[in-house]
């Protein structure tokens, strides 16, 4: 297929744009700035579009486009977001095509202990306010013709990139692990299992579906922040950082997605799409993978 992909040059995005060029698909990659995305490896051309600017958007849904990837970061403007997504669906409308929308699992809110399923209702954080109803319009536009699917990934790691790098940068600069708030859980996947998942679902994934994309279900975070030290090279251990000190230092929406306790299901797509996560497990990734190359000379 022709793939057009939205955030093609991002942490996330470049892997995707990798595996779907591994898959045989042609991607066509959608960029403000074409200069980054000539160097992605698997970009088979360029699309000039804006977030900002819903008719860039529609115009580079072309007819020859087979499917829409989007993997953006939320502009956080609502209204921005949502006039975005609509001007990409709007092409499909009538085609069958796939289109294949990135949410994620901050969505849900505190969770409690019990892994939450794509069932559970919604109960999202201010820094992911919107997203559950541009989630709806993706979803409901199967009733005109298209075949949508939304992602919710986990925290991302691999590849020494993503929030856990963020973690390893703490722990160097404090001389020891640091998490936020309390003692708090993340759901983790790996970008290379993540990247396999949006191959599977622009392949196979029935019209309508919402998957969430997690390999392990509830990681300790004070396990991550001992790894993020590890890989830092200072001393293994792991303090609390205070949730008004993180606020102060990393803005108030940030800091409070770190604090989320949440444990999320995967198996849904593991179930229906035949999913298999191989990528290393998060703690021993930042411990002993991609984040310990990171370490300072």
Known sequence: M????????????????????????????????????????????????????????????TPDVDAVVDVTTPTGSAAIDSAATASLLEPLRGTGRPFVY???????????????????????????????????????????????VVLRPGIVHGRGGGIPALLVEQARAHGRGRYVGGPVHWPMV??????????????????????????????????????????????SVAEAWSLPDARAGLGSLFADALALDQACSGSRARERLGWRPRGVDAVRDLAEGSYASTRAA
């Open 102 to 148: 990135t949410s994620g699992i901050w969505v849900l809110g505190e969770t409690g202990p019990d892994p939450a399923t794509e069932d559970a209702p919604p109960r999202p954080i201010e820094l992911v306010r919107d997203r559950p109803s541009i989630e709806q319009m993706v979803l409901g536009s199967a009733d005109r013709g298209i075949r949508p």
């Open 2 to 61: 022709r793939v057009l992909v939205l955030g093609a040059t991002g942490y996330i995005g470049s892997v995707v744009v990798e595996r779907l060029a591994a898959a045989g698909h042609h991607v066509a990659a959608l960029a403000r700035d074409d200069g980054r995305a000539r160097l992605l490896p698997g970009v088979g051309e360029i699309r000039p579009g804006d977030l900002t600017v819903p008719s860039s958007l529609s115009a580079a849904v």
């Open 190 to 235: 790996h970008v290379d299992d993540l990247a396999d998942l949006y191959v599977r679902a622009l392949d196979r994934a029935p019209a309508a579906s919402l998957f969430h994309a997690v390999a392990e279900e509830a990681v300790p975070v004070t396990e991550l922040a001992v790894a993020a030290a590890r890989a830092a090279g200072v001393e």
